[in-house]
């Protein structure tokens, strides 16, 4: 597949895989911080924060799907290694074993900003090169972790 057989420029493609990847290469970090949230969250907000890590990495393991579908659809391909993920991330790993609750949560919300800054620049050039497909499904991403960084904030009580 080529892009021309999506009415795409050959050329516009790559810088966008470019990003794709790279935003892919984050949430498969992110994803695996909400795993070990989930996993290690502790005390009286237990049980509210480890049902919402769940929902949390859930659907981040759906995008995360969702982008490399993209990139195929695109006529390229995803990366697909751990050590690839690790090396271009902007997002790091972080040891969630002893971590306070509200720590996590302000983790991850540094995470949603890091990913949606990616997303917006992603959008840009998406809507530069006449990508509606991919800029749609970028946004969809950004409207979800925009809202529920509005929540995380009011849940540490931040304005």
Same mark, same amino acid.
């Given at each position: 597949?080529?892009?021309?057989?999506?009415?795409?420029?050959?050329?516009?493609?790559?810088? *966008?895989?470019?990003?794709?990847?790279?935003?892919? /290469?984050?949430?498969?970090?992110?994803?695996? &911080?909400?795993?070990?949230?989930?996993?290690?969250?502790?005390? #009286?907000?237990?049980?509210?924060?480890?049902?919402?890590?769940?929902?949390?990495?859930?659907?981040?393991?759906? +995008?995360?799907?969702?982008? /490399?579908?993209?990139?195929?659809?695109?006529?390229?391909?995803?990366? @697909? +290694?751990? @050590?690839?993920?690790? &090396?271009? #991330?902007?997002?790091?790993?972080?040891?969630?074993?002893?971590? %306070?609750?509200?720590?996590?949560?302000?983790?991850?919300?540094?995470?949603?900003?890091?990913?949606?800054?990616?997303?917006?620049? *992603?959008?840009? +050039?998406? /809507?530069? /090169?006449?990508?509606?497909? +991919?800029?749609?499904? %970028?946004? #969809?991403?950004?409207?979800?972790?925009? &809202?529920?960084?509005?929540?995380?904030?009011?849940?540490?009580? &931040?304005?």
């Amino acid at each position: 597949m080529n892009a021309k057989e999506i009415g795409l420029e050959e050329k516009e493609v790559k810088p *966008i895989v470019d990003q794709l990847n790279d935003l892919l /290469a984050n949430y498969h970090v992110h994803y695996q &911080k909400l795993r070990g949230c989930h996993w290690n969250v502790k005390g #009286s907000n237990f049980f509210t924060l480890h049902v919402k890590f769940e929902e949390l990495y859930n659907n981040a393991q759906q +995008t995360i799907d969702d982008l /490399a579908e993209r990139i195929l659809t695109l006529g390229k391909s995803p990366y @697909s +290694t751990f @050590s690839d993920y690790v &090396k271009i #991330s902007k997002i790091q790993e972080i040891n969630t074993k002893n971590m %306070v609750d509200t720590d996590m949560v302000m983790a991850i919300m540094e995470d949603f900003s890091d990913l949606i800054d990616i997303e917006r620049e *992603i959008m840009t +050039t998406t /809507a530069n /090169a006449g990508d509606d497909g +991919t800029n749609d499904l %970028v946004n #969809s991403f950004t409207q979800f972790k925009e &809202k529920n960084n509005w929540m995380l904030r009011s849940f540490c009580g &931040k304005s």
